[in-house]
């Protein structure tokens, strides 16, 4: 999403690069690239100015140690002042209740419906709650129908009444019907529609006033960019919603909302949301944020995602099989599997301080593994698991189940007995090198 942005900013910290101390002259002109780039990317000419000058004058009022370069004190300046712009610290969900319930509005086609079945597998999954969609938009035929697929894709209930044209009701009996099932959270998909109206408007917040909700979500799609900031105003105005969820980050945006909407409305952002696979719903982190439109990465959050892919008895049979030199192609074909869960390759890659830069334009799909998959699952369970005995006939034979070229095959085979003389050699480093080796 910030990938012009993120260019940008670093043209504007260049102007520092190799000065030997900050001056009004130097400041002056990577603050006016900073708010340039910041309007470009959709931001509001006055929250720009705002950031900017904030910058200035911090930049202005510091004595640049001897360790740190100018160029390096405004890169942290910037970095901490865009954490703050976006909100500080995360916040968390409030899911507390008997049952909690959790109002999620927003424009038609922002992508409710979508997020509100992400939300309930995100809470069954990742925090243990047991929730109850509903499907309170009775004015979007589709809309029902797309809850229930995604409640029967996730394993989660979906509450419906069939014929009822009042949102109203049907919300306060999703309620009750929670309680009597020991449901603990309650997610309300609510209409939308093209434009805010009137009809709309009292409608939520007749909703809201019946169930009363510790969570009020707005759903705002990204892509819409300073257009997101102002309907989110005025949903605000007239809802007071806790918190803003940002959907299709993974589109062609410039990222205005991301950067506008909590200085605007006052509330945080407490998710975003990209693609429309069920996981790829993720807590909001403005500092992480903030990091990554800097091209400083996000290895916190990578290694979450990695955790939460990460089985404590797998690895240890895998650390016992490294340390034993006996890492087979059914080990690489498993944790390639756990790659792909952990999310989008590219998005993964960019999360690794320096990686983003180099690889913004290059096509690099979670399609890459389909080669090396096909060859590995042409091997018989035996070449799987002796890879040593796969001579030149075995790999023809593989090269043709895969439909793949024989130079391929051997090419794969030479990276992967790389790849395992380099495992061979952490172990033999102290510590098992990455913590591989005996304890």
Do not use: C
Not at 130 to 155: C, F, H, M, W
Not at 384 to 409: F, H, T, W
Request: hydrophobic share 40%.
């Amino acid at each position: 999403m910030f990938e012009n942005l993120s260019e940008k900013l670093e043209v504007a910290f260049k102007q520092l690069k190799g000065q030997g101390r900050i001056t009004e002259l130097n400041v002056a002109a990577t603050v006016k690239d900073i708010r340039r780039a910041l309007i470009d990317a959709d931001v509001n000419f006055k929250i720009a100015k705002d950031f900017t000058d904030r910058i200035r004058e911090k930049a202005l009022g510091q004595k640049v140690l001897t360790a740190v370069s100018p160029g390096q004190l405004m890169v942290k300046i910037v970095q901490d002042e865009l954490t703050q712009l976006m909100g500080g610290n995360e916040t968390a969900l409030n899911a507390k209740g008997n049952p909690a319930v959790i109002l999620v509005a927003g424009l038609q086609g922002s992508g409710k419906t979508t997020f509100s079945g992400k939300l309930a597998h995100w809470l069954k999954s990742q925090k243990g709650f047991s929730p109850l969609l509903v499907a309170a938009d009775v004015y979007r035929p589709a809309a029902i129908e797309q809850l229930n697929i995604l409640g029967t894709q996730i394993g989660v209930d979906v509450f419906t009444v069939a014929g009822s044209l009042d949102p109203v009701n049907i919300a306060r009996q999703a309620v009750a019907e929670a309680k009597s099932r020991n449901k603990n959270v309650v997610i309300v998909d609510t209409a939308g529609r093209l434009a805010i109206d009137e009809t709309m408007m009292t409608e939520v917040a007749n909703i809201k006033k019946a169930v009363e909700p510790q969570e009020i979500l707005f759903v705002v799609d990204s892509m819409t960019g300073q257009d997101a900031v102002n309907t989110a105003k005025a949903f605000n105005d007239r809802l007071d919603f806790t918190g803003v969820v940002l959907t299709k980050l993974d589109g062609d945006t410039r990222g205005g909302a991301a950067l506008s909407i909590k200085y605007t409305v006052n509330k945080p952002i407490k998710f975003v949301s990209s693609g429309e696979k069920m996981d790829t719903l993720d807590v909001f982190y403005p500092e992480r944020m903030a990091q990554r439109i800097l091209g400083m990465g996000d290895i916190t959050s990578l290694v979450e995602k990695a955790q939460s892919q990460f089985d404590e008895e797998q690895a240890r049979k895998l650390e016992k099989k490294i340390r034993k030199n006996q890492f087979d192609f059914e080990d690489f074909k498993q944790q390639l599997d756990q790659i792909r869960k952990m999310g989008n390759i590219k998005d993964l890659l960019g999360m690794i301080p320096g990686v983003g830069k180099s690889i913004k334009d290059i096509d690099i799909s979670n399609d890459s593994f389909k080669g090396i998959e096909a060859m590995i699952s042409s091997m018989t369970p035996f070449e799987r698991a002796n890879p040593d005995a796969i001579d030149q006939s075995r790999r023809k034979r593989i090269a043709k189940g895969s439909g793949k070229e024989i130079q391929e095959v051997n090419a794969f085979m030479k990276q992967f007995e790389q790849m395992k003389q380099m495992m061979k050699t952490m172990n033999k480093m102290p510590m098992g090198g990455m913590g591989l080796g005996k304890r």
